[in-house]
C-alpha cells in the first residue's frame, strides 16, 4: 500500500504492547526483524485427547510432559461440539496457564502445542495451536515438524489471494485445507489434499468443533503416538505424556496415517501413501525424547545404554572415572561405565531450572549458561582420568567450556566419548541446528573438533553401532540420519530449502 512503510524494529516493539488487540499485535508480530542465518528449524511436542470431561486438563498434564521439546510457547485449544476455544502464550506450560483460565477451557476433546524456535522476537504470533474460523466451522492445528516448501506454497497462495497473519507455516496448511474445504468429501479429504502438496516431516493434530485429527508425514519421521485413558483416544510426540495422565499406550501412527475420532469412534485411513520404509528420526533416541519415552517399542533409556556399551566397545579409553553431560547423557554414561568396567560417578551437578543449553539461541548467552547450569564436583574429579561422555557435538561451544570446567575442578585427563556420529548437515525437517555453517564437525577433521573443545582424545560413536544400538532397523523401519550422513529422505534443495526455511515458521 503506498505511503504505509512499516519498520521492522518497530513493529516488533509495537507487537509488545499491551493497550493494542490481540490482533493487530499478532499482525505487527509478523514483521519483526529476523536476524541473519535464522531460521524456523525447532522442535516441538504436540498432544490431543477426545472423550474426556477434564480434556484441557489432561492436555496440560500431557504438554507438561512433553516441555523438554519446547520451552518458548505453549497453548490449548478445547472443543464441547459446539464451541472451540484456545488459549495459548510464550513461556512454559506453567507460564501460560493458570486454575483460571484451565477453568475457561470447558470441553471433552482438545489439542495442545509446546514450541521451541530460533526466532529472534518473543512475540506470541507463532504459538500454537493455530485457529481459523469459517462458515464451516473452526480448525485449530498444532503442529511438530517442518514444511520444506513453504516458501513456494505460500509465494503461490500470495499470488492467488491470500493474505497471512503470521510466519508460521502452520497458516499455509490452513490456506489450502480451507481451498480445498468447498470440494467433495468433508474435512478429511481436504486436509488429505493439502498435503499432497506439502513435502516436509510433520506430526499434526488438529480440532474440530466436532472431531480430533492426528496425521503422520509419509515417512514418519517425526513421531505421533497412540494411546486410551478409559473411553479416551490420546494422541502424542512421545509416549511419556500418556504415563503423565495414566492411560495406556495402543500404538504408533503409521507413515501417512490419518486417525480421526469423532463421537467417540476412531477411524483410520491411509492419508497419503507410506513413502518406503518409516524414516524416524534417530535423534529423537539420540538427544530429544525423553528417557522414559518409548518410540516404535523402544524404551529411549536402553537404546541410549546400549549406545555408551557400543561406544565402549568401538572406543576404549584408560580412565579412573566415567561421567555423563547431565541428563541427556547419563544413559549412554552408564552403559559405557557397565561395559567398560570403569565406575560412574557424578562428576557434574546440574542446575534443573535452567533451560537445555542447545536450544539457547545466541553464542554469548550459552556460554554463560553453562557455568551457570553445570557444576563439577571437585572432590571427585581432582587427579583423575575422566572419560565424559555426551549424546552428541552440534556447534561444540558447550563441551568447550564443560572441558575447561571439568579441567579447573581438578580433573587430569578428559577423554571425550561421543553416542552419535559427526553432527555434520542441517536438519530441515523440524529441528534446531543452526546454520551448517556452525556445526563444529562440519569440515573439520575429528583431531581438529578435540582441538576445539580441548578433550584430550575423542571418539565418536559409528551410524552402524547407532543403528545397532537402538535396534529396531528392519525392512520396514528405518531411520532418517540425515544429520549425519546427508541422505535426506525428503529431498532438500539446499538454496531453496534454506530461502523456505528462513520465511516461513513451524513447531
Ligand atoms: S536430519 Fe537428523 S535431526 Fe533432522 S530429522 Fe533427520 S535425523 Fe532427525
Known amino acids: 500500500m503506498d505511503g504505509l512503510v512499516i519498520r521492522p524494529t518497530a513493529a516488533a516493539a509495537a507487537a509488545r504492547r499491551p493497550d493494542l488487540p490481540p490482533d493487530l499485535r499478532l499482525a505487527l508480530a509478523c514483521f519483526g526483524p529476523r536476524r541473519p542465518g535464522q531460521g524456523p528449524r525447532e522442535e516441538c511436542g504436540v498432544f490431543g485427547i477426545y472423550g474426556h470431561p477434564e480434556a484441557a486438563r489432561m492436555a496440560y498434564y500431557g504438554l507438561h510432559a512433553l516441555q523438554h521439546r519446547g520451552e518458548e510457547s505453549a497453548g490449548i485449544a478445547v472443543a464441547d461440539g459446539r464451541r472451540l476455544e484456545v488459549v495459548k502464550g510464550m513461556g512454559l506450560v506453567t507460564d501460560v496457564f493458570s486454575e483460571e483460565s484451565l477453568g475457561r477451557l470447558l470441553g ?72 480445498h474445504r468447498w470440494e467433495a468429501g468433508g474435512l478429511e479429504a481436504a486436509i488429505a489434499r493439502a498435503l499432497q502438496e506439502i513435502r516436509g516431516a510433520y506430526a499434526l493434530v488438529m480440532l474440530t ?29 512421545e509416549s511419556c505424556a500418556f504415563d503423565a495422565i495414566g492411560a495406556e ?23 497419503l501413501p507410506a513413502a518406503g520404509p518409516s524414516r524416524l528420526c534417530i535423534f529423537e533416541y539420540v538427544y530429544f525424547a525423553r528417557p522414559d519415552s518409548n518410540l516404535q517399542g523402544r524404551n529411549v533409556h536402553a537404546a541410549r545404554k546400549e549406545m555408551g556399551r557400543q561406544l565402549a566397545r568401538e572406543a576404549p579409553a584408560a580412565a579412573d572415572l566415567v561421567i555423563g553431560v547431565p541428563d541427556s547423557s547419563v544413559s549412554a554414561a552408564t552403559g559405557f561405565a557397565e561395559e567398560s568396567g570403569i565406575p560412574y560417578e557424578m562428576g557434574l551437578v546440574k542446575n534443573r531450572y535452567i533451560g537445555r543449553t542447545f536450544i539457547q539461541p545466541r553464542q554469548g548467552l550459552r556460554a554463560q549458561g553453562v557455568r551457570m547450569k553445570h557444576n563439577p564436583l571437585r572432590m571427585v574429579l581432582e587427579g583423575k582420568r575422566v572419560v565424559l561422555v ?116 513451524d513447531g
Request: glycine share 10%; hydrophobic share 40%; aromatic share 6%.
Open 108 to 179: 471433552d476433546r482438545a489439542i495442545g502445542h509446546v514450541r521451541y524456535s530460533t526466532t529472534g522476537a518473543s512475540v506470541p504470533a507463532n504459538a500454537q495451536p493455530y485457529v481459523v474460523r469459517g462458515r464451516r466451522g473452526s480448525l485449530a492445528i498444532a503442529h511438530n515438524g517442518n514444511f520444506t516448501n513453504a516458501r513456494v506454497l505460500r509465494d503461490r497462495l500470495e499470488q492467488e489471494g491470500a493474505i497471512f497473519t503470521t510466519t508460521a507455516d502452520t497458516e499455509v496448511l490452513a490456506h489450502l485445507i480451507a481451498r
Open 390 to 505: 555426551d549424546d552428541s557435538i552440534v556447534r561444540g561451544t558447550t563441551l568447550r567450556h564443560l572441558i575447561g570446567l571439568l579441567r579447573e575442578a581438578g580433573a587430569r585427563e578428559v577423554h571425550l566419548r561421543i553416542a552419535s556420529p559427526p553432527y555434520v548437515n542441517s536438519c530441515h525437517y523440524g529441528i534446531d541446528t543452526a546454520d551448517s555453517g556452525s556445526l563444529v564437525a562440519r569440515g573439520r577433521s575429528i583431531e581438529a573438533v578435540r582441538e576445539y573443545v580441548g578433550a584430550d582424545s575423542l571418539h565418536y560413536l559409528s551410524l552402524e553401532g547407532l543403528i545397532r544400538a537402538v535396534g529396531i532397523a528392519s525392512p520396514e523401519m528405518g531411520f532418517c540420519h540425515a544429520c549425519f550422513t546427508g541422505e535426506y529422505p525428503v529431498p532438500v534443495d539446499e538454496e531453496a530449502g534454506k530461502d523456505a526455511l528462513e520465511a516461513a515458521e
Open 249 to 271: 499406550f495402543v500404538r504408533e501412527t503409521a507413515p501417512g496415517e490419518m486417525v480421526v475420532v469423532e463421537g467417540g469412534r476412531l477411524t483410520s485411513r491411509q492419508a
Open 209 to 237: 468443533e466436532e472431531k480430533l485429527i492426528g496425521l503422520r508425514d509419509p515417512h514418519g519421521i517425526r513421531p505421533l503416538a497412540l494411546g486410551k485413558l478409559g473411553d479416551a483416544w490420546v494422541l502424542a510426540s
